[in-house]
C-alpha cells in the first residue's frame, strides 16, 4: 500500500513537472548595439515582434548595448544572455566594427570573424539556438555609394560564410535594405528612408526588420 502510495507522489510530480514545462515560454533574446538596445522602444523591431507573436508563447529579451562591436558582445555573454538560459539568441551586430573605423576603432576582419565565431560555439554548447543576423546601412543612398558601403558588405559577407559554416539560420537584413532603397529611395536620400539618421532603424525600418525576423521564430 506504501509503495502503491509513493508511485502516486511520483506520478503526481512528473505530471506537474511536465505541464509546467509545457507552460514555459520559448525565451529568445536579441543580442547586439544600439540598434538592439532601441528595438524594446515602442517602435522597435522587438517590440513589434511581440505583437505578431502569440503572447504568452514567448518571452522576448532585449540585450542591446549601444556603442557595442563584437567582442563587447563577447565580453559579457555570460551575464546578458547563458546565464539567462534562453532557447533562442538572434545575434544582430556589425555595424560599429565597421563604422568606427572611420574613427580608427573599428574591428579588423579577421578578429571580427574569430571572436563571432566563438560567440556562436559558446552559445551552442549551452544548447541554445543562435539565428544571424547580416548588419544593415551605414548611409542610405543606392548603387554602393555610401562610404562604408564595401567594409561593410565584407563583414556581412563574413556572417553569411559563418552562418552557412556553422548551418545556422540567417536572416540577410543587409541584402533585404540594399534591395528596399533600391526600389523605394527614388530620390537618393542619405537617410530617413528606413533609418533617422543613416544608421539607426526608424519606425519603418524596425519593421522591415521585425516582418523579415518573424518566419525564423515562429
Known amino acids: 500500500m506504501r509503495t502503491k502510495f509513493y508511485f502516486l507522489i511520483i506520478l503526481c510530480a512528473v505530471i506537474l513537472t511536465s505541464a509546467t514545462e509545457l507552460q514555459k515560454p520559448k525565451r529568445i ?12 522602444s515602442p517602435d522597435g523591431y522587438i517590440t513589434q515582434l511581440g505583437n505578431s507573436l ?10 542591446g548595448i ?13 551575464e546578458d544572455v547563458l546565464m539567462k538560459k534562453p532557447d533562442v539568441v538572434v545575434i544582430y551586430i556589425g555595424i560599429n566594427d565597421v563604422w568606427h573605423r572611420l574613427q580608427g576603432t573599428g574591428t579588423d576582419y579577421d578578429k571580427f570573424i ?3 565565431q566563438a560567440i556562436i560555439t559558446k552559445i551552442e554548447n549551452t544548447g541554445s539556438k543562435v539565428i544571424l543576423c547580416t548588419p544593415t546601412v551605414i548611409g542610405e543612398k543606392k548603387d554602393g555609394v555610401n562610404p562604408m558601403d564595401e567594409n561593410l558588405d565584407k563583414f556581412a559577407g563574413a556572417i553569411r560564410e559563418l552562418a552557412e559554416k556553422n548551418k545556422l539560420p540567417l536572416c540577410d537584413l543587409r541584402t533585404l535594405f540594399v534591395n528596399y532603397e533600391k ?4 530620390t537618393d536620400l542619405e537617410k530617413g528612408v528606413l533609418t533617422s539618421d543613416g544608421v539607426h532603424l526608424n519606425k519603418l525600418g524596425n519593421k522591415l526588420v521585425a ?7 515562429k
Open 29 to 40: 533574446i536579441f543580442f547586439g548595439d544600439s540598434i538592439t538596445q532601441a528595438g524594446v
Open 54 to 63: 502569440k503572447m504568452p508563447d514567448y518571452e522576448l529579451i532585449g540585450a
Open 66 to 78: 549601444g556603442g557595442n562591436k563584437v567582442y563587447d558582445l563577447y565580453l559579457r555573454m555570460e
Open 114 to 116: 574569430k571572436f563571432y
Open 183 to 186: 526600389e523605394h529611395n527614388t
Open 211 to 217: 516582418d523579415n525576423l518573424l518566419p525564423f521564430l
